[in-house]
């Protein structure tokens, strides 16, 4: 049975996920593929857009949140995924070398009706660049019981 | 002035994205930089899974969705980004080989109270395989307008 299930997400926990470094050549990467807008790719479009300079792509930043959280807490948990987030929020541009801190908080819990053995948490994901928080996203997330 | 500007942008609009196909390959890799659970990355445990087979990161189908929204409508606009997603839902898996059709749907416009010459645009897009929505996500995209 892996390390972490169902019954270990209690509401109130909040779990440290460690950084993550936004890596110039990889954000550029992402964006051509997957978000090709010009504040995404060159200096100067991004010091003439609203967001103030060349930044990364929303999704970007989620998908790095996303390999923290699998880092260290689904990897050696019971996770069977998730059906979604009610709430994926970019407050603040994130610039290439941030470092940011990434953490989740347990915001509620419940087994599910419709199938056994698992249960469904509600998470708030965040990552930091010091105090500001430059990603929020709320959503639920799908885990094997320990018990029947 | 780019062709399509916050006042194109009116609610009912409905605008075809044009056609997703989820690349086994890319998909694996997307999986093993930044999703890697088991049911994104093997076949046996996509099948152990409650998502009954080896199927895409939500945050892979998410960025290709965004791709087909960059190609078909950002990238001839005034767009100035996303503070992000009311919604981000992955009601059903997607699985490799998958042809999913693209579209948005504009729900709400209104002109930003703090910024001039911008203008805020709330969004429905989906992704459909078939009849069925594999993805749908509600966000606000920031435009600049044409007239002052």
Same mark, same amino acid.
């Given at each position: 049975?892996?390390?972490i299930?169902?019954?270990?997400?209690?509401?109130? /926990?909040?779990?440290?996920?460690?950084?993550? !470094?936004?890596?110039?050549?990889?954000?550029?990467?992402?964006?051509?593929?997957?978000? &090709?807008? &010009?504040?995404? /790719?060159?200096?100067?479009?991004?010091? @003439?857009? *609203?967001?103030g300079?060349?930044? @990364?792509?929303?999704?970007?930043?989620? $998908?790095?949140?996303?390999?923290?959280? *699998?880092?260290? %807490? /689904? @990897?050696? $948990?019971?996770?069977?995924?998730? &059906?979604?987030?009610?709430?994926? /929020?970019? &407050?603040?541009? %994130?610039?290439?070398?941030? %470092?940011?801190?990434? +953490?989740? +908080? !347990?915001?509620?819990?419940?087994?599910?009706?419709?199938?056994?053995?698992?249960?469904? *948490?509600?998470?708030?994901?965040?990552?930091?660049?010091?105090?500001? !928080? %430059?990603?929020?996203?709320?959503? !639920?997330?799908?885990?094997?019981t320990?018990?029947?």
């Open positions: 049975m892996p390390a299930a169902f019954e270990d997400l209690t509401p109130g /926990l909040i779990i440290q996920l460690g950084e993550i !470094v936004i890596d110039k050549d990889e954000m550029l990467d992402f964006a051509e593929r997957f978000d &090709p807008q &010009p504040f995404h /790719l060159d200096e100067a479009a991004g010091a @003439a857009s *609203v967001l300079g060349l930044c @990364a792509s929303g999704w970007y930043t989620s $998908s790095l949140w996303m390999r923290s959280y *699998v880092d260290h %807490v /689904l @990897a050696g $948990s019971t996770s069977q995924g998730s &059906p979604g987030c009610s709430e994926l /929020l970019w &407050p603040k541009p %994130v610039f290439p070398g941030d %470092v940011l801190r990434s +953490e989740l +908080e !347990v915001i509620s819990a419940r087994r599910s009706k419709s199938r056994e053995r698992l249960g469904l *948490v509600e998470i708030t994901g965040r990552a930091y660049r010091g105090a500001e !928080v %430059v990603m929020r996203t709320t959503f !639920v997330g799908m885990f094997g320990r018990e029947p």
